[in-house]
C-alpha cells in the first residue's frame, strides 16, 4: 500500500505572503507530497508576539490558500491552549497517522534555529525535515547544529516516502525575497505589497486597517 506522505509548514503568518505559498507549492511538487499543512503558529514561543490575532492570522491563512489545490490551512494550534510547540503539532499528526511520511519543511535559517526549539531531539524521532533555501538569509548549516544533524542527513529524497520519519532533505527552491516583517513595514508605510499578498488576503488586511 502506497504510504501518504505529508508536509507540514509551520509559520506566524503575520501576514501570509507569497514567500511562505511559493515555497510550499515548490516544495509539494518537487517532492510529491499528497498535502502540505500551512500550520498557524497561534501562540509562537520563540519570538516576538505577533501584530494580529491568531483567529484573524488564520482568516487570511485560509483566504491566501483557497484557490491553492494541495496547501491546507490548519488550526491545530489554534485549539490547543498554551504556546504553539512545533513538537506537540507532530505529536498530533503522528498519532494521527502513524503509518504516514511526514516532513516538517522549514527555511535554514528557521532550521538554524532548531537547537533553540522545545524538545527539539524529538522532532527527528516524529517527522522528516526538509530544509529550503530563503533568499536574503544566510543558508548555510551552522556548524554547532551540523554535527548532531549529520547522521540523519540523506540525499536520497526517495526515503522521505519510504520512511515515516527520520530523515533529513535538502530541498533548493527559488525564495522570493520578502519576509513578513518587510511586508507588515509596507502596509504601515502604506506603500504598494500586492505582488507580495493574494488579493483575497489582502482585500481582508485593508478591510480592517491591519498593520496600518
Ligand atoms: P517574520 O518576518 O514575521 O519573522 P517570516 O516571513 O519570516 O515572518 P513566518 O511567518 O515566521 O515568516 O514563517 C516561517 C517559515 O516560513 C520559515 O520556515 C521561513 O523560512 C519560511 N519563509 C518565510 N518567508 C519565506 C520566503 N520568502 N521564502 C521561503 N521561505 C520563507
Not at 50 to 69: G, H, N, T, Y
Not at 80 to 95: F, Q
Not at 185 to 191: A, D, T
Request: include cysteine; aromatic fraction near 8%; proline fraction near 6%.
Amino acid at each position: 500500500m502506497r504510504r501518504v506522505s505529508i508536509g507540514i509548514y509551520g509559520g506566524t503568518f503575520d501576514p501570509i505572503h507569497w514567500g511562505h505559498i511559493n515555497a510550499a507549492n515548490q516544495v509539494q511538487q518537487k517532492l510529491g507530497f499528497d498535502e502540505v499543512r500551512m500550520v498557524l503558529s497561534a501562540r509562537p514561543p520563540h519570538r516576538t508576539q505577533p501584530i494580529v490575532s491568531a483567529s484573524d492570522r488564520f482568516s487570511l491563512l485560509q483566504l491566501a490558500l483557497q484557490d491553492q489545490p494541495t496547501l491546507y490551512a490548519d488550526d491545530c494550534e489554534l485549539k490547543r491552549s498554551g504556546p504553539s510547540y512545533m513538537v506537540d503539532t507532530l505529536l498530533h499528526y503522528r498519532k494521527q497517522a502513524p503509518e504516514s511520511s511526514i516532513a516538517l519543511i522549514l527555511g535554514m535559517e528557521a532550521f538554524n534555529g532548531l537547537m533553540s526549539w522545545h524538545r527539539w531531539q524529538d522532532i527527528i524521532e516524529l517527522a522528516h525535515i526538509v530544509i529550503t533555501d530563503r533568499a536574503g538569509f544566510n543558508n548555510q548549516l551552522e556548524t554547532k547544529l551540523a554535527t548532531y544533524v549529520e547522521p540523519f542527513i540523506s540525499t536520497d529524497k526517495t526515503q522521505l516516502k519510504l520512511l515515516t520519519h527520520g530523515k533529513i532533505y535538502s530541498q533548493p527552491v527559488e525564495p522570493l525575497a520578502i519576509s513578513a516583517t518587510q511586508l507588515r513595514q509596507l502596509l504601515k508605510n502604506n506603500e504598494p505589497v500586492s505582488q507580495w499578498v493574494p488579493d483575497a488576503s489582502l482585500a481582508e488586511i485593508q478591510r480592517h486597517g491591519f498593520y496600518s
